[in-house]
């Protein structure tokens, strides 16, 4: 195996493609005892996608001792379409605050999350809306965290009020109402961040799920890149140590030439005698 790496110095866009993979037998373990975090995920997506790469520079080395190990690799191309659909780029350390689940992987998260951040920009045009709805200039739409959402209106106009305003406060020099399309934005905009965060864990337990239907071939495709890592590895130390490949005989017998100690040569300032 090694010497087919070294053939046309095979090992070092092996190696380039192998630099990036993550631990993914230790992913996988979590994976399977369901205490992964967001950036176990994220490695395994980015992991899975190179997989294209890797076989198809194991290809030409199909008659090798390597081509068994790149049947073992394999290909997760709908596995890893989920993945790369489903967790950000830099996902945080962990799931509790959310943030992990990317934008676009669900529509119902993506309403939830825009109800969230976009609440101003409703309060902005509900007010307008309303204004040229009933005409009264000292309309306004606010919120407060002990009322919710209201509209206000001075004291002088608050006799003009639509039939659907419901009246809701009282103060001083004005009242405050609210009507059945802004008691429904207020239900869906105050629960909406505790459900995008409920959703999202749903949503990331569905993702482990997912991937540990295919747990046991992923199993098998990181014990192959184990192996391939460490043959590259070799191959790469063979080339720039100089070493040279063990012929076996049927007879009895060690016979070393030219033999060198690695570990001593390498702190020695003075060359090695063989």
């Known amino acids: 195996a090694i010497a087919a790496l070294l053939a046309n110095y095979q090992y070092e866009p092996l190696r380039t493609v192998l630099k990036p993979i993550g631990d993914l037998e230790r992913i996988l373990g979590r994976i399977a005892l369901r205490s992964a975090r967001p950036r176990d995920l994220s490695r395994l997506g ?6 294209p790469d890797l076989l198809s520079l194991l290809k ?8 068994q190990l790149a049947a073992q690799v394999g290909q997760y191309p709908e596995l890893a379409a989920i993945m790369q659909k489903a967790i950000v780029e830099n996902p945080p350390v962990v799931i509790r605050e959310g943030g992990v689940i990317a934008e676009g992987y ?8 825009a109800i969230s951040s976009n609440a101003g920009d409703y309060l902005v045009r509900l007010e307008q ?44 020099g004005a009242e405050r109402f609210i009507t059945p399309e802004l008691k429904a934005f207020e239900d869906k905009a105050l629960s909406a961040k505790s459900r995008a965060l409920a959703r999202e864990k749903q949503l990331y ?14 199993q098998a495709s990181s014990y192959a890149l ?9 191959a790469e130390r063979a080339e720039a140590l100089n070493l040279c490949r063990p012929t076996f005989a049927n007879e009895p017998g060690l016979m070393i030439r030219e033999g060198r100690h690695l570990v001593v040569e390498a702190v020695l300032d003075a060359p090695f005698v063989a």
């Open 106 to 113: 669900d529509a119902e998260l993506d309403d939830l999350r």
């Open 46 to 51: 980015q992991t899975l996608i190179l997989f």
């Open 226 to 234: 184990c192996e391939l890592d460490v043959l590259s590895c070799l």
């Open 129 to 172: 809306q309303e204004k040229a709805r009933t005409g009264l200039s000292t309309l306004k739409v606010g919120y407060n965290r002990v009322q919710g959402y209201f509209i206000e209106l001075s004291r002088g106009q608050s006799e003009q009020a639509p039939a659907d305003y419901i009246r809701r406060q009282t103060l001083k």
């Open 60 to 67: 030409p080395l199909q008659e090798t001792p390597l081509g």
């Open 205 to 218: 337990e569905e993702l482990i799920d997912r991937i540990n239907e295919e747990l046991f071939p992923l």
